[in-house]
């Protein structure tokens, strides 16, 4: 993961403007089904901190949270966010060495960064830092189509010199239940679908894309404001100039709980 942090550079406060956060749902199921009293949240790829926020407000004060992040950039806009919590400490490191001691979490989450791992190693050092009886999740944001968006797609691949094939792309951002199923040391794995709605305006739409990496790829290519005019002209011929947009959102988590005799 390391290696990636770096292509976020810059793009840390339109993240944290422009990324959705998690309904609390999402996290107080994961916390219901936790068979151990270690209430230590852990945040991989916590980016500014939107994902981290959620959890915190999910879980409230009884919860110690920390946010591993290895991007400079991110990690900047995320120590800055959480300046005046104490409860919520910030480490430089990555999803496949933590530099967390063993045991010391009840629940490690992974919100829409899962497809920057490496999973093997990543699920060796989760099922390490979790105590017996902690949850392991995977959480994803995915937005419901629409007509602007999927003309924004079309944008990204027709100029993209390394996405030709988003589709392909978007499934690997969540493990197949399944396969969580059976990571070595885990058991009950489980999934659910939480649906929920925003309204953005169309430069706020554009302001979202533009927190993609997908996208940056192309803005490295032919520039941004080359970008920005071709995403305001699609809006415009969609007519989407004056009113807001809706969004429909689903957040899935996937999780599995570490077993409670016999562990890693």
């Not at 089904?33 to 915190?56: H, M, Q």
């Not at 969540?174 to 659910?192: H, I, N, Q, T």
Request: net charge positive; proline share 5%.
């Amino acid at each position: 993961m390391r290696e990636e942090a770096d292509r976020f550079d810059g793009l840390a406060e339109s993240y944290e403007m422009h990324r959705p956060g998690y309904p609390a749902a999402a996290f107080q199921a994961l916390a219901a089904d936790l068979r151990c009293a270690t209430r230590v949240a852990v945040d991989v790829g916590a980016g500014p901190g939107n994902s981290t926020a959620s959890l915190r407000a999910a879980l409230g004060p009884d919860w110690r949270f920390i946010a591993v992040e290895p991007g400079r950039d991110m990690r900047r806009v995320l120590s800055r966010r959480f300046s005046a919590a104490p409860e919520v400490q910030v480490v430089d490191a990555t999803a496949e060495d933590m530099h967390l001691p063993k045991g010391v979490a009840g629940l490690v989450v992974a919100c829409t960064a899962f497809h920057w791992f490496d999973a093997p190693r990543f699920y060796a050092e989760a099922a390490r830092v979790l105590a017996p009886g902690g949850v392991l999740a995977i959480i994803r944001n995915r937005r419901k189509p629409l007509p602007v968006l999927q003309a924004f797609d079309r944008y990204i691949e027709e100029h993209s010199a390394e996405t030709k094939d988003l589709a392909r792309r978007e499934a690997r951002k969540e493990p197949v239940l399944r396969d969580l199923a059976k990571v070595p040391g885990f058991m009950a794995a489980r999934s659910c679908t939480y649906t929920w709605s925003s309204q953005v305006t169309a430069r706020g739409l554009i302001d979202l894309y533009l927190t993609r990496s997908t996208l940056w790829g192309v803005v490295r290519r032919v520039g941004l404001s080359r970008v920005m005019t071709d995403l305001t002209a699609i809006c415009a011929d969609l007519g989407l100039q004056d009113s807001p947009v809706g969004i429909d959102w689903e957040t899935t988590a996937k999780w599995a709980r570490k077993h409670t005799e016999g562990g890693i």
